[in-house]
């Protein structure tokens, strides 16, 4: 029943712990981290609230510790994926109805769980599975998911407050659909608030989900899910299979009742995703929704007035964080002749002060990378740098699998701009760095422009203000997200609405009301109160 305006309490970001030596969260993590490694767990898909196992049992491993089994996940198939969309549609109209506070609330619920009970947990198993050290993992795994919940319910009163004007005699309304069918979310490894969001947002729209976790991500998945029920997702509303891309794809993306596409991954998956929808658009019930975030090819561009130290910070944090697994790494600079020498020195000096190893040990600023075909890429960009004459490594270079996937920071100078590793997503610890004259900044910009076809962030370092909003016009097009003076990583909810463009995705910014449009199907509706009785108007009298 609505007899009530209702508010959502006014959102704010959850406060990022620090995890200090001594500090009561740091001992509370451990324990945790060393509950989780003392078992095995046995993960099944979720498929309309139920458990479901096939027996097609399938290990899970943490990247930096080869040798350790964390538990065995059900892998599932097309079967599976049907399962899954049944459920979703018998969920919808109960759903769909269900008033949007009580949809709200739900997620509310999660956030208050996930900030307090929940955070050790989800933390420890994206640091285990995931290879992410404690602070990666608590502006993840806990703060920007807990900002997710609470800022999408605030956008969805914003979203249904906004109502058309009336003239006299009229009542116009305007009310936001759920999609008809189901959305189908594709998510990727590198962040476990984004594997959220990209089933929670279409839920909270009043959408059914069927959610295919990626497999390196599926140990964090589980929480995600026990954390979706502890709050009172009912049962279909998200149904989390474990299946094989190509197969779930074959599934869903025949099925008439496909509402929506909400992905994060490569961008070649995507592409393949949008033409397999456009060839099976006669079959769909309506014109599906294709949500993307895709790849980048973030860079720093420094003015000759920047800050070495600023600049050679923003390098080291925005290219090595997370091994540079986020769509928003720093993984191509272009420095000015004149500030290079300084820049140099601070960063290879601070490179060789970063630790390298388990995420058990608080100390390591960098953790493995994700799996053994990311390794292999990777590191095949490397040893290629290591035989051309145009490029030279100043840092790092060394790599091993023996105990777990490590990758060492990597820094790669080149002479060409358009070098390949200045061009092509590595996703990776490797930024590769172009020294360019003061007095070629024009001619560095374009090489910037056209050197890579994504267009997701960017970071200009510059003091001078006129020189400052040169760039920024200049560089309007090449990044969704912008940052000035400072490195392009670490969009905040509700501060920083993270999606870019070109060959980056489709822009809907997460983290906004804009992505949660993209969930929902307007409906107008116009009431008059004194119908006329008479067709006649007044320009036909004589």
């Given at each position: 029943?609505?007899?009530?305006?209702?508010?959502?309490p006014?959102?704010?970001?959850?406060?990022v712990k620090?995890y200090?030596?001594g500090?009561p969260?740091?001992?509370?993590?451990k324990?945790e981290?060393?509950?989780?490694?003392g078992?095995?767990?046995?993960?099944?898909?979720?498929?309309?609230?139920?458990e479901?196992?096939?027996?097609?049992?399938?290990s899970?491993?943490?990247?930096?510790?080869?040798?350790?089994?964390?538990?065995?996940?059900?892998?599932?198939?097309?079967k599976?994926v049907?399962?899954?969309?049944?459920?979703?549609?018998?969920?919808?109209?109960?759903?769909?109805n269900?008033p949007?506070?009580?949809?709200a609330?739900?997620?509310?619920r999660?956030?208050?769980?996930?900030a307090?009970p929940?955070?050790?947990r989800m933390?420890?198993?994206?640091?285990?599975?995931?290879?992410?050290?404690?602070?990666?993992?608590?502006i993840d795994?806990?703060c920007?998911?807990?900002d997710?919940?609470?800022?999408?319910?605030?956008?969805?009163?914003?979203v249904?407050?906004?109502?058309?004007n009336?003239a006299?005699g009229?009542w116009?309304?305007?009310?936001?659909r759920?999609?008809?069918?189901?959305?189908?979310a594709?998510?990727?490894?590198?962040?476990t608030s984004?594997?959220a969001?990209?089933?929670?947002?279409?839920?909270?729209?009043?959408?059914?989900v069927v959610?295919?976790?990626s497999?390196?991500?599926i140990?964090?998945?589980?929480?995600?899910?026990?954390?979706?029920m502890?709050?009172?997702?009912?049962a279909?509303v998200?149904?989390?299979?474990?299946?094989?891309?190509?197969?779930?794809?074959?599934?869903?993306?025949?099925?008439?009742?496909?509402s929506?596409?909400?992905?994060?991954?490569?961008?070649?998956?995507?592409?393949y995703?949008?033409?397999?929808?456009?060839?099976n658009?006669?079959?769909?019930?309506?014109?599906?929704?294709i949500?993307?975030?895709t790849?980048?090819?973030?860079?720093?561009?420094a003015?000759?007035d920047?800050?070495?130290?600023?600049?050679?910070?923003?390098l080291?944090?925005?290219?090595?964080e997370?091994?540079?697994?986020?769509?928003?790494?720093?993984?191509?600079a272009?420095?000015?002749?004149?500030?290079?020498?300084?820049?140099?020195?601070k960063?290879?000096?601070?490179?060789?002060?970063?630790k390298?190893?388990?995420v058990e040990?608080?100390?390591?600023?960098?953790?493995?990378?994700?799996d053994?075909?990311a390794?292999?890429?990777?590191?095949?960009?490397?040893?290629?740098?290591?035989k051309?004459?145009?490029?030279?490594?100043?840092?790092g270079?060394?790599?091993?699998?023996e105990?777990g996937?490590?990758?060492e920071?990597?820094?790669i100078v080149?002479?060409?701009?358009?070098y390949?590793?200045?061009?092509e997503?590595?996703?990776?610890?490797?930024?590769?760095?172009?020294?360019?004259?003061?007095?070629?900044?024009?001619a560095t910009?374009e090489?910037l422009?056209?050197?890579?076809p994504y267009?997701?962030t960017?970071a200009?370092?510059?003091?001078?203000?006129?020189v400052i909003?040169e760039l920024?016009e200049k560089l309007r097009?090449?990044?969704?997200n912008?940052?000035?003076?400072?490195?392009?990583?670490?969009?905040?909810v509700?501060q920083?609405?993270?999606?870019g463009?070109?060959a980056?995705?489709?822009?809907?910014?997460?983290?906004?009301?804009?992505?949660?449009?993209?969930?929902?199907?307007p409906?107008?509706?116009?009431?008059?109160?004194?119908?006329p009785?008479?067709?006649r108007y007044?320009f036909l009298?004589?």
């Amino acid at each position: 029943m609505a007899n009530a305006f209702f508010k959502i309490p006014t959102p704010k970001n959850e406060p990022v712990k620090a995890y200090r030596k001594g500090s009561p969260e740091r001992a509370s993590l451990k324990a945790e981290l060393a509950r989780l490694k003392g078992q095995e767990l046995e993960i099944p898909m979720i498929i309309g609230g139920k458990e479901v196992r096939t027996g097609n049992l399938v290990s899970i491993h943490p990247p930096h510790e080869l040798k350790h089994t964390l538990g065995h996940y059900h892998k599932g198939g097309a079967k599976e994926v049907n399962m899954a969309i049944d459920a979703a549609l018998a969920a919808r109209s109960s759903w769909e109805n269900t008033p949007w506070q009580e949809r709200a609330a739900v997620f509310l619920r999660a956030a208050e769980l996930l900030a307090g009970p929940y955070r050790d947990r989800m933390n420890a198993a994206t640091m285990l599975a995931q290879s992410k050290n404690v602070f990666q993992a608590e502006i993840d795994a806990a703060c920007e998911m807990v900002d997710f919940f609470r800022f999408n319910a605030a956008y969805l009163e914003q979203v249904y407050s906004d109502q058309p004007n009336s003239a006299a005699g009229i009542w116009n309304r305007l009310e936001h659909r759920p999609l008809e069918g189901f959305v189908f979310a594709v998510t990727p490894f590198n962040f476990t608030s984004i594997c959220a969001n990209l089933c929670a947002a279409p839920a909270q729209m009043g959408n059914v989900v069927v959610w295919k976790p990626s497999d390196t991500q599926i140990y964090s998945a589980k929480v995600i899910m026990d954390l979706f029920m502890e709050a009172g997702l009912p049962a279909g509303v998200v149904n989390m299979v474990f299946a094989d891309g190509p197969v779930a794809g074959e599934v869903c993306f025949k099925h008439p009742e496909l509402s929506g596409l909400h992905f994060t991954g490569s961008t070649k998956t995507f592409q393949y995703m949008w033409k397999t929808i456009g060839e099976n658009i006669h079959n769909y019930r309506s014109y599906p929704r294709i949500v993307g975030e895709t790849g980048g090819k973030d860079y720093v561009l420094a003015y000759k007035d920047a800050k070495a130290d600023q600049v050679a910070t923003a390098l080291l944090r925005g290219a090595f964080e997370y091994q540079g697994q986020k769509c928003s790494a720093a993984s191509r600079a272009y420095i000015p002749q004149s500030l290079w020498p300084a820049v140099e020195e601070k960063l290879v000096a601070d490179l060789k002060t970063v630790k390298m190893g388990t995420v058990e040990d608080f100390s390591n600023f960098v953790n493995a990378v994700i799996d053994e075909r990311a390794y292999d890429k990777i590191t095949a960009y490397i040893e290629q740098a290591k035989k051309d004459e145009g490029a030279e490594i100043i840092a790092g270079g060394n790599h091993s699998k023996e105990e777990g996937y490590f990758i060492e920071p990597t820094v790669i100078v080149v002479k060409d701009p358009h070098y390949v590793t200045m061009k092509e997503e590595l996703f990776g610890p490797v930024m590769t760095i172009f020294v360019y004259e003061d007095e070629e900044l024009d001619a560095t910009i374009e090489a910037l422009d056209t050197a890579s076809p994504y267009a997701l962030t960017g970071a200009i370092f510059a003091t001078d203000r006129l020189v400052i909003n040169e760039l920024i016009e200049k560089l309007r097009h090449t990044a969704g997200n912008f940052y000035v003076n400072d490195k392009p990583t670490g969009a905040v909810v509700g501060q920083q609405p993270f999606g870019g463009g070109r060959a980056s995705g489709t822009n809907d910014k997460a983290g906004s009301y804009l992505n949660l449009l993209r969930w929902v199907s307007p409906r107008t509706i116009k009431e008059t109160f004194v119908s006329p009785t008479d067709y006649r108007y007044p320009f036909l009298e004589e």
